[in-house]
């Protein structure tokens, strides 16, 4: 092992602790009594009497199971409907010559600067008049809002990275626009189509100013978890916390051998 | 099955790629489309194939007009110089998929996939992920997937242009014996005016938007029509020399190719450097510090040497162009 290696290491060990860290708190706080953690002046940093029973009070005292079905359906539906509309979007844009394609592209990303809490209300207002308000497709047309010019970038990148060759080569075996689209482009495209699904997942999941505007009656579970915070209940928001962070692991290790650079890379020499 | 084209024309905003062809191709021809990078060879192709619409002209393949016809309908084979193979199916699934396109019976698909697989040699692979292959492989499942169905015609875009110098040699002569075997059309397009001498049964020299020459391979060699196809068919470019060195109409040129000269007595040239060519020697001479010939040479000779050399066969070119 030469320098060069161990100066990584050490740079990959700084980087996963400052990543780590937090979530090893939350741990902490979960399975560690009480006295030692929130009750405590200088809260100690090691397992000091491991418990299980805040998360059973967590768990037992108040509903999760709801606001947890609620922030993944919507999470889906908005990591749906980005891939959806993100996908002609993406395909249509690394069509277009770059002259025409990258203003409309920075166009898209641009809206994501627009401060959520400034058009939450306009759009409560509506939805309230539309029927959309405190409804799950209703936050999640919102939170699409943001997603989808994200979805849409990565998309155009990967239509781009496929050769106009292999559409033309599909065309000519016989497949029509839609066959060579559902049988050729978007299977080569399925890494591309997985990180916009799963950032625009993450996103939904995690998303706080929508949610607690556009659905503040029966919330999704970040804003049950601040609900719980505001009413004091730390343990009760450190085990749904908990819960919280378990679809993010399966998800993205269920989904992992998509993100494989490899998979995009061949088939073309060029 | 004879493919018309009448007064293509193509332009990319003021760029005119091509510029009014008009050919006929035969039924069986081995067609080369020859020309440098960048003449619009490619784009040719993709007219032909329905990729690219002409601005102007027409297209027709045994007198049915195509040209507005969609790239799946009209049952052309192509094979890209990428070969555009699907990455994300294997060797067999790739070379099915134009037959599954065709909503073929199963037992056929896979009938008519180990036909071809054993006539390109391919059956050990056809479970392989088609990135897991060689490039000779990758090149022949290219071939395989466009010789799988009965396609009108074939186009090939620089097919070999991606293999190394040894499998080239080889793919050559395959696909040689690959056009007599199917019997069908091939348009083929290439750079490399040695490879359309050995395939062609007829080149096109493609220049300026335009066919600038369409012949038999030795009648380009021999006879070519202008200055330019002279110096751009061959090993080496056509000599070209000012008609009163030989006796000549000062006003025409005269071109002649390196063999078709001899040294000893005559025109006097100055040798710039030397060049081995396979078992000959060629001399880049330069004739009264103006005129630049190259010679064949049976003994080496030092820069600055002098030497003479007879023309025993040329061709004469008034303005560029052929006469006689």
């Known amino acids: 092992m030469n320098t060069r290696q161990i100066l990584i290491y050490i740079g990959v060990i700084i980087f996963s602790i400052y990543f780590l860290f937090p979530l090893y708190i939350l741990i902490l706080v979960a399975f560690n009594s009480p006295k030692y953690t929130i009750f405590s002046l200088y809260p100690s940093l090691l397992l000091q009497a491991p418990t299980l029973s805040n998360l059973i009070i967590g768990l037992t005292q108040y509903n999760f199971v709801e606001p947890f079905l609620r922030s993944l359906g919507t999470a889906t539906l908005v990591g749906v409907l980005s891939i959806a509309l993100g996908i002609p979007a993406g395909l249509g844009l690394s069509r277009l010559s770059y002259k025409i394609a990258y203003p409309i592209t920075l166009l898209l990303l641009i809206t994501n600067m627009m401060p959520s809490i400034s058009i939450a209300v306009p759009i409560a207002a509506e939805f309230i008049r539309a029927h959309l308000f405190n409804t799950i497709p209703g936050l999640a047309l919102a939170q699409t809002l943001i997603t989808l010019p994200l979805a849409t970038f990565i998309l155009e990148g990967t239509f781009s990275a496929i050769p106009l060759e292999i559409e033309y080569q599909a065309r000519l075996d016989g497949a029509s626009v839609f066959q060579a689209l559902w049988r050729i482009l978007i299977p080569m495209a399925a890494p591309g189509i997985v990180a916009a699904f799963l950032i625009s997942w993450m996103f939904s999941w995690d998303e706080f100013t929508f949610a607690v505007i556009l659905m503040p009656i029966t919330p999704t579970l970040p804003v049950e978890i601040y609900y719980n915070i505001t009413r004091g209940d730390m343990l009760a928001a450190v085990a749904f916390s908990l819960i919280f962070t378990i679809p993010v692991v399966v998800i993205t290790l269920l989904l992992q051998k998509y993100l494989r650079g490899e998979y995009l890379a061949g088939g073309i020499k060029r | ?324």
């Open chain 2, 1 to 324: 099955m004879t493919i018309q084209l009448i007064d293509i024309t193509k332009s990319y905003g003021n760029h005119v790629v091509l510029n009014g062809i008009t050919q006929e191709i035969e039924d069986g021809e081995f067609f080369v489309i020859l020309g440098p990078s960048g003449e619009g060879k490619s784009t040719l192709l993709k007219v032909i194939a329905g990729i690219e619409r002409p601005d102007k002209g027409k297209i027709i393949v045994n007198g049915k007009d195509m040209t507005n016809l969609p790239p799946e309908k009209r049952n052309i084979a192509m094979v890209f110089q990428n070969y555009a193979l699907y990455p994300n199916m294997s060797v067999y699934d790739n070379i099915a998929f134009p037959l599954k396109m065709r909503k073929m019976k199963k037992e056929e698909i896979k009938e008519r996939v180990m036909r071809v697989a054993k006539l390109l040699g391919i059956q050990d692979i056809l479970d392989k992920n088609v990135l897991k292959i060689s490039g000779g492989q990758q090149q022949r499942v290219a071939i395989a997937r466009a010789l799988v169905r009965d396609p009108v015609f074939f186009l090939l875009d620089e097919p070999l242009s991606n293999l190394d110098a040894r499998t080239r040699f080889v793919a050559r002569g395959e696909l040689k014996r690959i056009q007599k075997e199917v019997g069908k059309t091939f348009i083929y397009v290439t750079h490399d005016q040695k490879e359309a001498m050995s395939l062609a049964t007829r080149i096109a020299v493609l220049h300026k938007g335009k066919f600038e020459q369409v012949g038999k391979p030795l009648d380009l060699y021999e006879y070519p029509k202008t200055k330019w196809v002279a110096q751009f068919i061959g090993d080496f470019p056509m000599n070209f020399l000012p008609g009163n060195y030989i006796g000549e109409d000062p006003n025409v040129e005269v071109g002649f190719r390196p063999e078709w000269t001899e040294l000893g007595s005559g025109i006097k040239a100055v040798v710039d450097s030397m060049e081995a060519f396979g078992e000959s020697l060629y001399l880049f001479c330069t004739v009264d510090e103006k005129f630049k010939v190259i010679l064949p040479s049976k003994e080496w000779h030092d820069v600055g040497d002098v030497v003479k050399f007879e023309i025993k066969k040329y061709r004469k070119y008034k303005d560029g162009v052929l006469s006689e």
